[in-house]
């Protein structure tokens, strides 16, 4: 069965949307999006014994008219033509930023799908600085674990540093509270381990935690 997290980036596409998964180890994401009738999908990745699973796992259920497997460092090998939706999920910020900085491969596609395994802060600010805006974003809670999935369009917009830390979409959101919670928590715990000589580190933890609690009074 797919997991909360890849279910819940599937939540973000439709049925006529064409998607490039890149990074798709076991190309469970597009399996799944083809069972749900998506009709062009691309997976993809830069490991060969992970693509060879991939591709096991798609002749095992008769995908292989709907999804292409190529293997490619990001975006390189990839003929994006037709294709209207890219997804990375699974992994770091560092590694997302630089497949997504092919700018000229991206031309055409409408709506970028991100998962980030951390700082989502570079993420967001980043790609708005590329000329992206967030149109969507969803957390999701998978074997204990919080996930953030954020659906990136082209457009212009000057997010605030609160926006950029904790997302425009989910700070609004009342589905979101128990994730503020939880990293009001966390940063609370934090805080009590950092020896009060760091006063830095403090005063920047201190910082997080009164905007995390003047987003849980607002939402
Ligand atoms: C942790 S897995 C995540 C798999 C899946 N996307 C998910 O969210 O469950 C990360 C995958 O990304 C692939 N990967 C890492 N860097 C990549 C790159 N530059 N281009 C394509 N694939 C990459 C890895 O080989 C691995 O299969």
Redesign the pocket.
């Known amino acids: 069965m797919l997991?909360l997290?890849?279910k819940a980036?599937a939540s973000l596409i439709k049925k006529k949307d064409n998607v490039i998964?890149?990074?798709?180890?076991?190309g469970?994401?597009c399996l799944y999006l083809a069972h749900l009738g998506c009709a062009k999908l691309i997976a993809?990745?830069?490991?060969q014994n992970?693509l060879n699973n991939a591709i096991a796992n798609i002749k095992k259920e008769k995908m292989e008219d709907k999804i292409m497997t190529v293997l490619?460092?990001?975006l390189?090998n990839i003929n994006v033509k037709g294709f209207n939706t890219v997804?990375?999920?699974?992994?770091g910020t560092s590694?997302i930023l630089?497949?997504l900085a092919d700018a000229h491969k991206l031309e055409n596609i409408e709506k970028i799908i991100v998962?980030s395994?951390n700082d989502l802060f570079s993420l967001r600010k980043v790609m708005n600085s590329r000329g992206y805006i967030i149109k969507q974003e969803v957390v999701v809670l998978d074997k204990n674990k919080y996930y953030v999935i954020i659906e990136f369009i082209k457009g212009v917009h000057k997010y605030n540093y609160s926006e950029l830390m904790y997302g425009p979409i989910l700070i609004k959101k009342k589905d979101s509270k128990d994730y503020f919670h939880y990293l009001l928590t966390k940063n609370i715990t934090i805080l009590n381990k950092v020896p009060k000589l760091k006063i830095l580190i403090r005063m920047k933890i201190k910082k997080q935690i009164k905007i995390i609690k003047k987003i849980l009074v607002s939402n």
Do not use: E, P, W
């Not at 998964?21 to 076991?26: K, S, Y």
């Not at 993809?44 to 490991?47: A, K, M, Q």
């Open positions: 997991s997290r890849l980036i998964d890149i990074g798709c180890d076991h469970y994401l993809s990745d830069i490991n992970a490619s460092d990001g390189t997804v990375i999920s699974g992994m590694t630089k497949i998962q395994n």
